[in-house]
């Protein structure tokens, strides 16, 4: 089933050179809780990444059993501190509770197979 996202397309979420990947593959409850996130940081989510075949997964160097694969995860540019500080706290407050933290980028997933309240750098 589809439903529409008011701050984004399914098509953010496609893997490259994959059209309809994030649409077919991406799970509800991960987009949900994306767009609640968008909608309290009061600033664009631009992915990065969404969703990633398990080839492709290893061809960009992605960890081993990555909620990327899974339809959970979704990686979002940063521009600076001001912009990361005000997604971290609408993830946070949307309810994520796996967030990676990288130079130019944040990871969330709600992966329901992996443990909650970790965050991690890369």
Same mark, same amino acid.
């Given at each position: 089933?589809?439903?529409?996202?008011?701050?984004?397309?399914? /098509?953010?979420?496609?893997?490259?050179? !994959?059209?309809?990947?994030?649409?077919?593959?991406?799970?509800?409850?991960? !987009?949900?809780? !994306?767009?609640?996130?968008?909608?309290?940081?009061?600033?664009?989510?631009?992915i +990065? /990444?969404?969703?990633?075949?398990?080839?492709?997964?290893? %061809?960009?160097?992605?960890?081993?059993? /990555?909620?990327?694969?899974?339809?959970?995860?979704?990686?979002?540019?940063?521009?600076?501190? %001001?912009?990361?500080?005000?997604?971290?706290?609408? !993830?946070?407050?949307?309810?994520?509770t796996?967030?990676?933290?990288? +130079?130019?980028?944040?990871?969330?997933?709600?992966?329901?197979? %992996?443990?909650?309240?970790?965050?991690?750098?890369?």
């Amino acid at each position: 089933m589809t439903r529409d996202y008011e701050h984004f397309n399914y /098509s953010e979420f496609d893997q490259p050179r !994959l059209p309809g990947s994030g649409n077919s593959f991406m799970h509800n409850s991960f !987009l949900e809780m !994306l767009d609640d996130a968008r909608e309290i940081a009061q600033v664009p989510f631009v992915i +990065t /990444s969404g969703y990633r075949t398990l080839k492709y997964n290893v %061809k960009i160097g992605g960890t081993v059993n /990555s909620s990327h694969c899974k339809g959970f995860a979704a990686d979002i540019a940063v521009q600076g501190s %001001k912009s990361r500080c005000k997604i971290l706290r609408g !993830l946070i407050l949307a309810g994520f509770t796996r967030i990676g933290i990288g +130079t130019d980028f944040i990871h969330a997933d709600n992966d329901p197979g %992996k443990p909650g309240e970790v965050t991690w750098l890369y």
